[in-house]
């Protein structure tokens, strides 16, 4: 980062020397009056003094984002690891639910509920976790696919057509987990780059 600002420096130094030399030659061969040449340095100057404060400003605001980031990244990972450990186990669960329903195991139908019961309760005692760690768009989305199988948690039987409709719900709900987290990997790796 400090050669990128070294070239900007040198950007910068190299055209006022320019534009104070163009403004002696005027002055010296073409007759040019002092407060001209004054006014016309003095907006470049103008303009050059607004682009340094500009950059400076820029790159403060940039090292301010990056520290609150890393105020609260390690938290952030640690409950992002809880929840994928937390929600691949119901996936698991329903991929042997999946296998067993294609089978034609009716009786799977009854577990999947079970597990469903189990994964609603889960995302209430989660959700601190989530308001904590993840964008609230895809907290949204969780909260949606928690509604929709909130209306099974008080049935006692399903079909087979619902049991993979479920199956698809605990799919998308580890997709958000895993999409967050990912998503604030990249963020975590792209701020260390830019050290």
Known sequence: MSKRIF?????????LMVLLISGWIMMEFYGWK???VAAIIAFF????GGAITYIGVNRTLKHRDR???FSNATEKLMIFSVLIDTYSKYLNKMYIYENLLQLGEESMTKNVLETIKELHQQLINDREYMYKSMDYDAIEIVEYHKKSIGRYIVTEKINKHTA????????????????????FEEEYRKFRKNV
């Open 67 to 69: 520290e609150i980031f």
């Open 164 to 183: 993979e409709i479920l199956i698809g719900d605990v799919r998308d709900i580890y997709a958000i987990f895993d999409n967050s987290k990912r998503i």
């Open 45 to 48: 100057g103008a303009i050059f």
């Open 7 to 15: 070239e900007w420096f040198i950007l910068i130094w190299t055209s």
């Open 34 to 36: 002092d407060t001209i």
